[in-house]
């Protein structure tokens, strides 16, 4: 069964960069999530999106912005990046159109390193 | 806010029954879901709990009191692949669109030994 698909998985910065990571959600899943995971930390909600607009904003800073293109895919900008940016950052899908109660399905995720 | 307790670590024997408890305090409740995690990889969905009761699928089962704000994971013929990280994780949302992410407590570090 496809699942979700982030890009890059792995990626490395300098302080004060910026950085895009892409989602690719499971076909016909309607919203998508973006979660921020430091070392030995349980992941954080930053935003999500439900049907391309966005519909809730967790611990995302004003650097960070996200969107959800017409294809359903998303994309985390984060520009002066920070060395306590440094994490792995999930993107999640769901079905939540019709039904009462879905998962979350994660990728793979990305792993950000500021130097 | 939302406040999900669990144990920071458990030890069991490799063919032994473990239970993980999860306690929490939420704002709304519209669900209890169990991840499995291992390190540096992706949160695997394990069971969620809408209603009071019991769910079994295979040898993971979740159980949920919504009265108390009291969930369990029981895993069961414990296996060495079965040493990660499980979370508990809250849902609030009721509303198409609105707040269902999912809002995870600190996890419990498995180990399981030969």
Not at chain 1, 38 to 60: N, R, T, V, W
Not at chain 1, 89 to 105: E, I, K, N, Q, T
Not at chain 2, 23 to 51: C, D, K
Not at chain 2, 63 to 71: D, E, Q
């Amino acid at each position: 069964a496809a699942g979700v698909i982030q890009s890059p998985r792995h990626l490395i910065k300098e302080k004060r960069e910026t950085a895009t990571l892409k989602c690719y959600p499971i076909p016909r899943h309607d919203t998508v999530y973006w979660y921020q995971q430091g070392p030995g930390q349980d992941p954080q909600f930053l935003i999500s999106f439900y049907e391309k607009m966005q519909s809730d904003k967790g611990s995302i800073p004003d650097r960070f912005s996200a969107q959800q293109f017409s294809d359903y895919h998303s994309e985390l900008n984060m520009s002066s990046l920070e060395l306590g940016d440094s994490a792995l950052y999930f993107c999640a899908s769901s079905r939540d159109r019709g039904l009462d109660v879905s998962p979350l399905h994660f990728g793979n995720g990305t792993r950000l390193t500021v130097t | 806010g939302q406040n999900i307790d669990q144990p920071t670590e458990m030890t069991a024997t490799e063919g032994a029954i473990v239970q993980i408890n999860c306690t929490y305090q939420t704002s709304g409740f519209n669900g209890l879901f169990w991840y499995q995690q291992h390190a540096g990889e992706a949160p695997t969905f394990l069971s969620y709990n809408v209603l009071d009761g019991l769910e079994e699928k295979g040898r993971f089962s979740s159980f949920l009191s919504r009265s108390k704000g009291y969930s369990y994971l029981l895993l069961k013929e414990l296996q060495m692949k079965d040493s990660a990280s499980y979370l508990c994780a809250v849902r609030v949302g009721i509303s198409s669109g609105s707040a269902r992410q999912l809002t995870f407590g600190s996890g419990t570090q498995l180990t399981v030994l030969p």
